[in-house]
């Protein structure tokens, strides 16, 4: 009986967690490359932050950038003056 309710458990739990790992892969967004700030600036006209904190070095904007750390790692290309803000206007 106890090895029954050992390989019963054990089931159980590899199941389960086999379960939440295709969920937590299945909740992650997938990130877009843009070729350009112009593409870029159609969909977030004030560009990508990496953190809601980093301030910008340039000055004024006109617009407030979205905050996505993923978003930004992908498209840092586009950060020319390297203040953690891609594309910013």
């Known amino acids: ?22 969920q937590v892969e299945a909740a992650s967004p997938k990130t877009k490359t ?3 700030c112009k593409e870029l600036n159609k969909v977030y ?6 953190s ?3 301030k ?3 000055g004024k904007t006109k617009y407030k950038p979205f905050v996505s750390q993923a978003l930004y790692d992908t498209n840092k290309k586009s950060d ?6 891609a594309c910013e206007r």
């Open 56 to 58: 910008n070095k340039g």
């Open 1 to 22: 009986m106890k090895r029954l309710f050992t390989v019963v458990l054990s089931f159980t739990l590899v199941f389960s967690l086999s379960f939440y790992t295709t």
């Open 80 to 85: 020319r003056d390297k203040d953690l803000i």
């Open 45 to 50: 006209p004030g560009g990508v932050a990496r």
């Open 34 to 36: 843009y070729a350009n």
């Open 52 to 54: 809601a904190s980093i």
